[in-house]
């Protein structure tokens, strides 16, 4: 692959300019900093809804009188229309260009985050969320995009450390946030913040951003591609959300999955034959693209589905609000906000592949370590095993996504951003059902030989599934006017068979990790950074 030149326009309604290589920032206008700290506000905003509904949700179903279902595709709808549609997201960016696809992402997730706090109807508010994912598609691609264009490649991974330390922080500092807003204003105010957010990075963009666009930036759309594509990527996402529900055996599970790998296949066909592919597969010819992509999905499923757990277990084991528990996620945020811009420096200096290896190498730790948790383990041990997570997460945020997104050419810097959080939320969710099926399954296991062994009163089928389904969530299903020591017996069976459940899906996580550490090394320094070799003086 070669370097692309890059004809950077003032603003979008310019027409096409010639290929002159790139033109200086005037003051602020394009420096690249000042642009990082600008799509940094965007990114927040969507980083940010990711945790901070979750706080809401019960709140909104009180409001809205929604059922446990309806609250759960408050969640679902947004993470669908956001996965499906990242890859095609990026691809726009690529086709118009990468600052007004941003512009126009921040504006619609703004106004869809408006839309929702006026809502009067469950239905109205999975809607407008569906809304939020589409526009947050378009703008989390082009904000790397922009990155990739601006800074010149020796600066590149430090603005990717400072990126990756935004998206971290907003993710992990979601709850607090979220239970303060939900605690003393209401739960329309998590989404009425993203309104003044979003006009603000608006603003920032119209100022600041240029227009960054490779000389042979793709001229035509790839329509069948984005069809079959999006088609496979909803089928693969939607048997991952429902595969809880149904079951892994059942077999609506795996005809979606079957109709997912078909459709991938299909779609693997057809971009060999189109003139201008969705996604042209030689990109994966490229071993360390194709590496930093597995990367992305391993570390999500050991990172995400993980910490899925942690959160029951705070809330539900230790009895904490959710403001004490996000607060006890503490050493993980920071620990991130230190360690990804060093990550940054550190991947600079010696290239991609020992940082990401090491840092896979302290996420096992720290998920071995997670799966020493008992009911009373005290907060500076937790502490201990946060931090060593956000220290080994920070450098593979940062390495994997320089080597996706610098291992790609120049006109595809668009698709490589959606690649990149594509293979992130996919990894999430793989994370979240495959860990929630071992936990599942541990405690179906041993849930019943617990209960008889504490004495207590059997249970009929039917009572033995509702109690795993509540266990499961770490939940002590002690029913109201039982006496105080029945009611104890009951809880500590309850909390030490989830205890054993999360060590066993933490375990898991920690083998994903390992094998992790050993696809590091494919990694290396992206081939086609100097693309974008910036704009203006740093």
Not at 61 to 77: F, V, Y
Not at 225 to 234: E, K, Q, R
Request: hydrophobic content about 55%; some cysteine.
């Amino acid at each position: 692959m070669t370097s692309q030149t890059t004809i950077d326009k003032a603003g979008p309604g310019d027409g096409p300019s010639t290929p002159s290589g790139p033109a200086p920032a005037s003051g602020l206008r394009g420096h690249p900093w000042v642009t990082l700290v600008t799509v940094a506000v965007g990114v927040m905003m969507v980083a940010l809804d990711g945790t901070i509904v979750a706080i809401a949700n019960p709140a909104i179903g009180k409001d809205l009188g929604a059922s446990w279902s309806e609250l759960q595709w408050i969640t679902n709808a947004y993470f669908l229309a956001l996965a499906v549609s990242l890859i095609t997201a990026g691809k726009l960016g690529d086709r118009f260009g990468h600052r007004q696809t941003f512009l126009i992402g921040v504006a619609g997730f703004a106004l869809a985050s408006g839309a929702i706090g006026l809502s009067d109807s469950i239905a109205a508010v999975i809607v407008f969320r569906v809304f939020q994912g589409l526009f947050g598609a378009l703008l989390m691609p082009a904000a790397l995009g922009l990155l990739r264009a601006t800074f010149p490649a020796e600066k590149l991974n430090m603005a990717i450390g400072i990126w990756g330390m935004v998206i971290g922080a907003s993710t992990a500092g979601g709850p607090i946030l979220g239970g303060v807003l939900v605690e003393h204003v209401n739960w329309q105010s998590v989404f009425f913040i993203n309104v003044p957010v979003g006009i603000l990075a608006v603003v920032l963009g119209v100022l600041i951003l240029l227009d960054h666009r490779a000389e042979n930036a793709p001229r035509s759309f790839d329509i069948v591609g984005i069809v079959l594509l999006s088609a496979s990527m909803f089928c693969l996402v939607w048997a991952l959300i429902k595969a809880p529900e149904w079951g892994w055996g059942d077999g609506k599970t795996w005809l979606f999955i079957a109709v997912s790998v078909a459709g991938f296949a299909a779609f693997a066909f057809w971009e060999t034959r189109v003139r201008e592919p969705l996604i042209p597969l030689a990109m994966f010819r490229s071993v360390p693209l194709s590496a930093g992509v597995v990367l992305m999905v391993l570390m999500a499923i050991a990172f995400m589905g993980g910490l899925f757990f942690v959160t029951f277990y705070l809330q539900n084991v230790h009895g904490m609000s959710p403001v004490d528990a996000g607060l006890h996620l503490l050493p993980l945020t920071a620990m991130m906000i230190v360690a990804s811009p060093l990550a940054g420096a550190m991947i600079t200096k010696v290239g991609p592949r020992v940082p990401l290896a090491g840092g896979m190498a302290c996420t096992a730790v720290a998920m071995y370590g997670m799966s020493t948790l008992e009911t009373d383990t005290g907060s500076v041990a937790m502490s201990v095993w946060f931090a060593l997570l956000g220290l080994g997460l920070a450098p593979v945020m940062v390495g994997a996504t320089e080597v996706i997104v610098g291992n790609a050419p120049m006109e595809l810097s668009g698709v490589a951003g959606g690649l990149q959080q594509a293979a992130m939320q996919i990894g999430g969710s793989l994370g979240t059902a495959v860990l929630g099926a071992v936990m599942a399954s541990k405690v179906d296991s041993d849930l019943a030989g617990n209960w008889t062994d504490a004495g207590l009163p059997p249970l009929t089928p039917a009572q033995e599934e509702l109690t795993a389904q509540a266990v499961q969530q770490g939940l002590a299903p002690v029913p109201e006017g039982t006496p105080e020591q029945l009611a104890t017996k009951i809880t500590d069976v309850a909390h030490d068979t989830f205890i054993s459940g999360m060590s066993t899906a933490s375990l898991v996580a920690a083998g994903v990790a390992v094998v992790a550490v050993l696809v590091a090394f494919l990694a290396k320094r992206g081939e086609n950074a100097e693309a974008g070799a910036g704009v203006g003086h740093i």
